[in-house]
Every structure is written in C-alpha cells, then in structure tokens.
C-alpha cells in the first residue's frame, strides 16, 4: 500500500486526556515540548487534523521561527479532515500563513492557498487518501489529532510511530483521550506498542511508541 511514514504527536494528561471536559482546550505541552514539536512540524510534509480540533482550538498549525532557527521554517501542508466541509472561512487553516487541504466527502474546488478535495462517501476514506496524499508526494505526514483521528489512523494500522508528551497533571471526567472512536470491545482489538524511548522533557515525560500490529 502506498502512503506516507505517520507519526502521531499529541499532548496529555497522566490520566491520558487530551483537552478539558466539553473538549475545551487546555495548553499541555510545555515550552520545551513545543520546541520538539515544532521541530518535528518541520520535518514533515503535512499536518493533519480533524475538523473537531479545528472548531474547538482553531490552531495555526504552523512552524514557529523561533523554535526551529531563521531562515530554515518549511511550512508543512495543513490538512484538515471535513467530511461536510464545517472549516470556518475564517478559522486559521484558511489564512495563507501555509497551503490547506481540505478533505471532504461534499465538494472539491481550488481557492488561492486553500484546496478542496473529495475523498470517501459517509467519512474520508483514509486509506484512499494516504494514496492521494503519497501521489503527491507527501512523504512524512504528523498526524496531531484529536482524540477520533487518532483512533482511526491506529485502528486502520495506518501508524508507524507515536510520540505522547504526559504533563504532571490530572483532568479527570470524561474529557477527551488520546484515542477515542469506537475503542475496543474485545481483547484483540487493543492496540499495542513497544517503548522505543521515555525521557524527562520539560516538566513532563514523553513516551515514543512503535505500534506492534499484527503482521
Ligand atoms: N492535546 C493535544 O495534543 C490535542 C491535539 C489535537 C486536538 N486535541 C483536542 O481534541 C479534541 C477534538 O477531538 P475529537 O475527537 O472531538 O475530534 P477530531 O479527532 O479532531 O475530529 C474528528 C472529526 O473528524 C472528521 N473526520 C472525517 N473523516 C474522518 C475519519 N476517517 N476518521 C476520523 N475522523 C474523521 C469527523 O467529522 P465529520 O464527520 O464532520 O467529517 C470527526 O468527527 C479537542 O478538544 C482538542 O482540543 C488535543
């Protein structure tokens, strides 16, 4: 199958939450985790997204000068996962600070930076467009979130390694996880990993996870 090497890169709690109850956002990274991501940002071809993030954070998705040095910014492409095609026309994947592809299920057109595709029929058939995205060159694609993307790209064997920053604190209720969609009913259905590496970052602690699917 052709697609892009995926990494996940996401933020949480110790107790595995992503965002506040209600999905309100919470900055949970610190600076010095945000240097890292930053870096990663710009080692990467494209950014992906749900449209869920989109409309609870409204992020940039961008790389930061000061976290990766002047004169070396590449700004990944911004893709957003939309099936309905919601992005508001003013949320800041729209502004021209990077390209923005938009993948729905509804409509396709090109407006200067921003480009609109269609890919799937209920949601965007993802394994379609690991093919798109690839065919276009896409190499290295860091997946960001939130909580269902993430399920779905790991669910469909589509990962191949994950990074989660843990800060030192607890959010509790039924906030967003790290993975949520459907989860697992069954023992088989759990996803496993291998630690590759933990260490001490700012504050907090990161954990690199290979998935171990099952060949
Ligand atoms: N701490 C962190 O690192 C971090 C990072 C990012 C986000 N977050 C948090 O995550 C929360 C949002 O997560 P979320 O789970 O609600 O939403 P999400 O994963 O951002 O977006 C999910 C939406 O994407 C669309 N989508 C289209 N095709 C899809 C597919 N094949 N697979 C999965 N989704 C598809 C669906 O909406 P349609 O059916 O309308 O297309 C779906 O409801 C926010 O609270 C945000 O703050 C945290």
């Known amino acids: 199958m052709k697609k892009p090497h995926v990494i996940i890169n996401c933020a949480a709690s110790i107790d595995g939450k992503i965002a506040l109850v209600g999905k309100k956002p919470l900055k949970i990274s610190s600076e010095e985790d945000m240097a890292r991501v930053h870096k990663l940002r710009n080692e990467c071809d494209a950014i992906l997204?749900?449209?869920?993030?989109v409309l609870a954070d409204d992020p940039k998705l961008t790389v930061k000068e000061k976290y990766v040095g002047a004169g070396k910014v590449k700004q990944p492409l911004r893709i957003v996962l939309d099936s309905r095609f919601r992005t508001p026309e003013?949320?800041?994947?729209?502004k021209p600070n990077a390209k923005t592809l938009i993948v729905t299920?509804?409509?396709?057109?090109?407006?200067?930076?921003?480009e609109?595709?269609?890919c799937g029929d209920d949601r965007v058939d993802l394994i379609k467009l690991m093919e798109i995205l690839y065919d276009r060159g896409v190499r290295k694609l860091?997946?960001?979130?939130?909580?269902?993307?993430?399920?779905?790209?790991?669910?469909?064997?589509?990962?191949?390694e994950m990074f989660v920053f843990f800060a030192p604190?607890?959010?509790g209720g039924?906030?967003?996880g790290i993975a949520g969609g459907e989860g697992a009913t069954k023992e088989e259905d759990v996803i496993k990993f291998e630690i590759k590496e933990m260490e001490r970052?700012?504050?907090?602690f990161l954990l690199h996870l290979i998935p171990q699917y099952e060949q």
């Open 174 to 176: 039924n906030a967003p």
């Open 142 to 160: 860091l997946v960001e979130g939130g909580s269902t993307v993430i399920w779905e790209f790991l669910k469909n064997g589509l990962v191949d």
């Open 116 to 118: 609109v595709i269609k």
């Open 169 to 171: 604190i607890i959010i």
């Open 105 to 114: 299920t509804c409509k396709e057109f090109k407006k200067g930076h921003v």
């Open 90 to 94: 003013n949320a800041e994947v729209m």
């Open 49 to 53: 997204v749900g449209i869920e993030t």
């Open 201 to 204: 970052v700012g504050g907090g």
